[in-house]
């Protein structure tokens, strides 16, 4: 039986909802390692920071190749945890205005390098249980005016899941793997991207008012309660291959 502590990848650690799970995790006994371009400014033996633009999806393979993952010795731990968190609300406002080099910028961030880490992660895990926690929004089913891009992004991250939970149940290449991935919805969570939101006039995002009044009305969850959530999906063993959640359940 591996001594290993699990192993978790939390993208985004840096602030909000990523930082928040970085620590559930570190106070459950995982070992985190935190990605993003700030550093977490978390000081604990079980933490380590890689600062990277996630963004940069040309750099990925230069960054996480075979022997970083033999370096944290992932195909050894006792089970193995991926959270696709990192995400940008990208360009906003009236899609007839949309900016295609930012537009391209957040699709590489939100879609293309949560796909590119899950495939990744299928090898590098070996045997053990490999959770993929992506972090959904109401956005993924819903297309709301202003926000085309981050809607069409969250869209895409909910289908790719599906289809890799398809392929974990059809495909013979992945018989017999111990892998869930679940589409997770935090609710409406008091971060920077929060700020962000509300900055926005009314002709740009037409429902920032409601956003402005769960603020005003103490309505905002703090990360803390759905990174919890997100911890426990992590260690569970009884999901399907793939599963779409959403806090408080
Ligand atoms: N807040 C909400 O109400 C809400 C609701 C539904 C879904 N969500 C989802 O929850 C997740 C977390 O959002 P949040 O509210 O915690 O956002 P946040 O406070 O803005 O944090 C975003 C995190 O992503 C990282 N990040 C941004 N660009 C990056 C890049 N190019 N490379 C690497 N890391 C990058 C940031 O770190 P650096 O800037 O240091 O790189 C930061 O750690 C996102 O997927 C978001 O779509 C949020």
Redesign the pocket.
Known sequence: MSTLAPFALV?????????ATARALLDRGWQVLG????AAGIDHPLYADLR????AVEALGDTFDVDWATGWALAARPRVGLVN????LGPTGPFIDLDPVEMHRALA??VVAPAWLTARFVGWAGGGPLRVVN????AAHKPYAGWATYCAS?GALHQLGGTFGNELEDMPALDGRDVCIVGF?????D????T?IRAHAPRELPMVQRFLDLKANGELLP?EMPAAAIADLLERDDLPPFHETRYPG
């Not at 990277?52 to 963004?55: G, H, I």
């Open positions: 993208t985004g650690a840096s602030a909000g909802l990523g930082h990605v993003s371009r700030r990277c633009d996630l963004s968190n990192a995400a940008v961030l939100n972090i959904s929004s109401g969250k919805a935090p609710g409406v969570v971060t920077d991207m929060q962000q990360p």
